[in-house]
């Protein structure tokens, strides 16, 4: 990179105060441009002019603009439009309350200029309304390859055309669609040859959507308020997600991807209204949350039991398991699971804010007993339900005999050592004959003496020849591996 004055940075040393010399000054360009990246805040990179007239015209020069919420939003555009670098390749503006009317000064701009990626967030305080920020156009983009938007339902207008023909990324979260909605049309092949994974969450205004896609390999819907129809064309699919978008409608759904491997579908189902064509490759059922106590013919839990019932054999299944806080005389509902898919791999999380859970995970595992590995995750509530609660019955699944010989492997996550979590354990143990390896990562309120003492109990009910490995949480670093145990 050329100097404006010719002269190299040796030449350009100065003494500082203290009569050392600047060793900053012999840096080249490009390693002061790369020190001012690693600062992830324009504002502040642009204060460095005050240094000399060398240093005002290297921010200029950036490959990446950072804005933090504290940047004044009117200096954006300005920004934008003094850039010098060959390539704008990513931009990111954290902004707080942001109209629609700021959007529309820095975003055309902005699309002229990125060859790379862009990532905006709209933290929107508390006491906004939705639908008062009012809405904006979203430009054409030339080259920009990853898109992220999070816009605090900010109205957008969508673009005819591609929003980028080399879009590889898309991601728009928490907006309102407004005039007539083409975004199945902006995000198929016809406009985004490119595009390989799309995440839409939280819109309003969307109540059909088609994509046909020759490129797409993760698609992702997440509460697509008054979704109506779904169409999904993509011979490339590998993962697809559909998460609360029908609500209250009847779901009506074409899905064509004969690729898929990994399906979410914690939504509305009816087999008659929602084709899934054939899926040779799938490997992994996510098939949402089911209630274990409440009332009678439970709808959520009806449309889980349904998917449930369209599979199988399945090598990787994950379940949701929740419990109402108060369940009083509530129903229990897991007599109405009678069949699951044949499993390799079987994933379950467990809210159970309190309540026994054992019966509920017995009757699962009853079901599942070719299994090979079992995952369990606890959300446990710190404090236990009362006494008097009807949770732990049925209480059959503390005597009834059960084979798991298929078992090798079990992984438990958030482990609390409450007494019903050493109960179930226990049993687990007792069930298991062919058990090779545990793995348990502790709560992160379980203390390291606790998490010690907790580990020599389940040594206990176990075998010589099981492997274990215990983790805990530790401030600032995360799960760290337990040593010296037993």
Known sequence: MEHSDGEAPAKRARLSANGSEDLLSLLSDDLLIHILLKLRNTAVAARTSVLSSRWRRLWPLLPGL???????????????????????????????????????????????????????INNVSPNDE????????????????????????????LPTSAISSRLTDL??????????????????????????????????????FTIRSESLMQLKLNDLDGLQQLTVVTPTLKELSVILC???????????????????????????????????HLQCLHAGIFLVYGPVDFTPNLHCLRILLDFKVMHSLTLLLLYNPDIGNDRYLMEDMTRLPDVTCLSLTLMSNGHCFGASLFHILRLCTGVRKLTLNYFEAQTPCPSSCICDQPTH???????LDGLQEVEISEL???????????????????????????????????????????????????????????????????????
């Open 416 to 486: 609390s050592g409450t007494e019903h979590e050493r109960d179930f354990v226990q049993l687990l143990f007792s069930w298991s004959t062919a058990l090779k390896k545990m793995t348990v990562s502790f709560h992160h309120s379980i203390t390291e003496r606790k998490a010690k003492g907790l580990c020599q109990m389940l040594r206990s009910f176990s075998t010589s020849e099981l492997y274990m490995e215990f983790y805990v949480h530790r401030c600032l670093v995360g799960k760290v591996r337990l040593s010296a145990v037993g």
């Open 130 to 157: 939705a639908g008062d920020i009012g809405a904006f156009e979203l430009p054409c983009f030339q080259n920009a390859t990853s898109i992220s938007l999070h816009l605090g339902f900010l109205g957008i207008a």
């Open 171 to 208: 991601c728009l979260n928490s907006f309102q669609v407004q005039g007539p909605c083409v975004l199945g049309d902006v995000v198929s092949s016809a406009c985004s040859p490119c595009l390989k994974r799309l995440a839409i969450n939280d819109a309003r205004g969307i109540d059909k």
């Open 66 to 120: 950072d804005f933090l919420p504290d940047t004044n939003p009117y200096s954006v555009p300005a920004v934008l439009a003094a850039h010098q670098a060959p390539a704008l390749c990513s931009l990111r503006v954290l902004a707080s309350d942001a109209s629609a009317d700021f959007m529309a000064a820095w975003l055309p701009i902005a699309a002229r200029r990125l060859a790379g990626d862009l990532f905006f």
């Open 246 to 280: 029908f609500g209250p409608n009847q779901p009506i759904a074409s899905i064509s991807a004969p690729q898929l491997m990994s399906l979410q579908w914690n939504d509305a189902y009816d087999p008659c209204s929602v084709q899934i064509g054939e899926m040779a």
């Open 397 to 403: 699944w503390k005597t009834e005999k059960l084979v």
